[in-house]
């Protein structure tokens, strides 16, 4: 697929998304950007902000199986992969897959179980399989993970480990909307919109899977000039010298934040990366990856404000 019919494609998702989704314009980009870049989503942000409601329109507009998971203290790994269930006709183990084998998965308040359950997603986040009594299981070619989480409320949740947070792609913030698209909000439902039936949503699917594995390939051959991999090595290197952190942010994030910048290449009409790409794409590739030290978190500062920091101190190449 070249790479002026990908961004078509990322395009026409994107409206069929503004159907459904009003004031989120920022959010819609990185979920784009996170779907031809083929990585996962942590979403967070408070009850009602149309988190649940973007999975399911994404996955009416790919036309890909949707699963969702809710997330609970009791939920148990093999709730989510599946297992191998003896069956006494055949005399033999048949495996039961999971709500994991689906092409968009959403794991709905995710830390609301613990790290048990929670690290059944690992491997299926970073190898795109998984394992059930020594037998591999591969998930689908294009399998996206989108997590939620509430930031208000704590109690009864547990935090996700790192190695896990260092799987999402982005953390994407999801906030409140201005008064005049919550305004647009309500004027939809009174015409007849509602969230919880998908007839009304009036989204059409404009690819499919299969098109949706060739639009990644061809992400994949943005050009990225030499200065701007030095730049995306340096920013990330950066988190990890600044004083107001206590861990930056791992090769992994380089990579990452190289995938992002080049399917936000394709999704402005670009087959090569630009400083602006990298930067605007910064944040959400970093905030779930740094901690903040103890003094810091005392001055009330925020993971954004210090992925600013870092960015202010790196000279932007010229191309």
């Known amino acids: 697929m070249e790479l002026e019919a990908v961004a078509q494609k990322a395009d026409a998702i994107r409206r069929e998304l503004c159907k459904v989704i009003v004031g989120m314009d920022t959010v819609l980009d990185q979920t784009v950007v996170a779907l031809l870049a083929g990585g996962h989503i942590l979403l967070e942000g408070p ?3 149309a988190k649940t409601l973007l999975v399911r329109a994404l996955s009416i507009a790919v036309h890909g199986e949707f699963h969702r998971i809710q997330f609970t203290p009791d939920l148990m790994p093999a709730d989510i992969i599946g297992v191998n269930i003896f069956h006494p006709e055949s005399l033999a183990f048949q495996f039961s897959a999971g709500p994991v084998f689906c092409d968009l998965l959403l794991a709905d308040e995710i830390n609301r179980a613990p790290a048990k359950t929670q690290s059944a997603l690992l491997e299926a986040m970073q190898e795109g399989q998984v394992s059930v009594d020594r037998e591999v ?27 896990q947070l260092d799987r999402f792609l982005f953390k994407i913030v999801a906030g409140y909307p201005q008064k005049p698209q919550e305004v647009e909000i309500l004027n939809r439902y009174q015409a007849g919109f509602d969230a919880s039936r998908l007839a009304t949503f009036g989204i059409e699917p404009c690819t499919s899977v299969a098109e949706l594995s060739e639009a ?10 030499p200065q701007l991999l030095d730049y995306v090595v340096s920013i990330v290197r950066g988190t990890r010298e600044l004083p107001s952190l206590t861990l930056g942010a791992s090769p992994r994030a380089a990579v990452m934040l190289l995938q992002g ?7 402005r009409g670009r087959p090569y990366v630009t400083p602006d790409d990298v930067r605007d794409l910064a944040a959400p590739v970093l905030r779930h990856r740094i901690v903040l030290n103890p003094e810091a978190e005392i001055e009330g500062m925020t993971a954004d404000q210090c992925v600013a920091r870092v960015l202010e101190r790196i000279e932007v190449p010229r191309i």
């Open 261 to 267: 910048s080049k399917a936000m290449a394709v999704l």
């Open 47 to 49: 009850p009602g902000t």
């Open 216 to 225: 990644r390939a061809a992400v994949r051959t943005v050009s990225v000039a």
């Open 137 to 163: 299981h591969s998930l689908s070619p294009v399998f996206l993970t989108f997590a939620t989480q509430n930031p208000i409320e704590y109690e009864g949740t547990y935090p996700l480990p790192e190695a």
